[in-house]
Every structure is written in C-alpha cells, then in structure tokens.
C-alpha cells in the first residue's frame, strides 16, 4: 500500500485491512512514498517521521509491515520504481497495488505506466458512492474495493494539528503522541 503517510491515519488503516481480508492477501507492505513526484510543490514532513508513525500505526499487526525501498531510493519516487524493488525482495509473490482511487485515476500519467499492469494488479479503494471513471484502464488490471465511508484525511489531520485540535482516534494513539512529541505540524504557513 502507497502513500505519504504524512500523518498515516485510520482510513489508509481500514483501507489495508479491508483489501487484505476481501483478497486474501498474506501481507500487506505499507510503503512511505520518498519524494512523491505529483506533490513536489507540497511541503512534505522529512521521511524519516513519515516511516516512523507509519511504524508506529501498524506494529500491533502481525499482517503488516512497513517497507522503506521508496524512501531510500535517491530521486523523485515512481510507482515502476517501487514495485522493481518490491518485485527483487519477493520473487514469488502475487503482487497488488494498493491506493486510493483518486491516485488510480492519474495512472495513466505514470512513469512507464504500460508496464504497470504486469508488475502487479491494482486496487483501487473508494468511498462508497465513488466510482472509477478513466478510460483507457485494462479490465483485469484495477480491481475497486468499496471501504467504508471514513472522512479522514491526511491534510485535515495536518490542519488540526496545526490550529492545535484533536487529531484522537483519527490516528492511532501512538502517532497522536509522535506528532506532539516531535511538534510536526506546527506554522504550516510559514
Ligand atoms: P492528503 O490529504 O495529504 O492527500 P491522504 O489522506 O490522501 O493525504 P495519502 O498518504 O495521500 O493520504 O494516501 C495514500 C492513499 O490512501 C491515497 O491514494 C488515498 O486516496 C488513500 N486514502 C486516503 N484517505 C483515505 C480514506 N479515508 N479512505 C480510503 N482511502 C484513503
Ligand atoms: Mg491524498
């Protein structure tokens, strides 16, 4: 599962978990994005925070595991990149794609997207009600998983810690106190 995790939250959590259960999955790798290519004007928290909460969130879980091959690779991170070296460190594993459909839908606009659909298949998890709607997808290669309807963000999570709101039972207790202790968050404008 791919992301920025800046700060992971319960969405992306029920996301995984959901997807692992309907599909059977042995193991989901959630994995930190580095420089995320489509948020380069975005300021992104240091990827060393982001791969620690994202630790944190998931540690209880004996199915999940974090990996950090997109945050150690130099350069603007692609998706053909991550799932190279996800490919190399399980060679015989099924590999899926995880992520939200909003990302699904710039698929297209990918680094050597036409590779894409044989290094893995994709899900792309929605909120009910939304529904994929690009042209040009390969039938068998995007499989949608409806998640239940969690208003949570990321970027709300940043703007509550910021304005000094409750971000409980958004996040995980561990990464409430991540975010605290390391006062992430804090003059977002400045
Ligand atoms: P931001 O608000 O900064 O964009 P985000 O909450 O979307 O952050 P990302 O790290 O960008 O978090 O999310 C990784 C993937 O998880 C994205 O493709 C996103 O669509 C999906 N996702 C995020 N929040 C939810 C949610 N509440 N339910 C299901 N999927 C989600
Ligand atoms: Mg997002």
Redesign the pocket.
């Known amino acids: 599962?791919?992301?920025?995790?800046?700060p992971?939250?319960h969405?992306?959590l029920?996301?995984a978990s959901e997807a692992a259960a309907l599909l059977d999955l042995d193991e989901v790798v959630f994995v930190p994005t580095g420089k995320p290519s489509f948020k380069q004007h975005a300021k992104v928290s240091p990827a060393e925070h982001r791969y620690l909460m994202t630790v944190i969130a998931t540690a209880s879980n004996p199915r999940f595991t974090v990996s950090r091959v997109d945050i150690d690779r130099p350069g603007l991170t692609y998706t053909v990149d991550t799932l190279r070296d996800l490919r190399a460190e399980r060679p015989d594993a099924d590999l899926f794609f995880i992520?939200?459909?909003?990302?699904i839908e710039q698929i297209l606009t990918w680094k050597d997207a036409a590779q894409l659909w044989d290094m893995a298949h994709f899900v792309a998890?929605?909120?009910p009600g939304h529904h994929l709607t690009v042209d040009g997808l390969p039938p068998d290669g995007v499989t949608t998983l409806e998640?239940p309807a969690?208003?949570?963000?990321?970027?709300?999570c940043?703007r509550r810690a910021e304005a000094g709101q409750p971000v409980w039972y958004l996040v995980p207790d561990g990464v409430v106190q991540y975010i605290a202790k390391h006062g992430l968050y804090r003059g977002l404008d400045e």
């Open positions: 599962m791919g992301g920025t995790f800046d992971i939250h969405g992306h029920v996301a992520t939200g459909a909003d990302a998890v929605t909120r998640v969690l208003a949570i963000s990321s970027s709300d940043r």
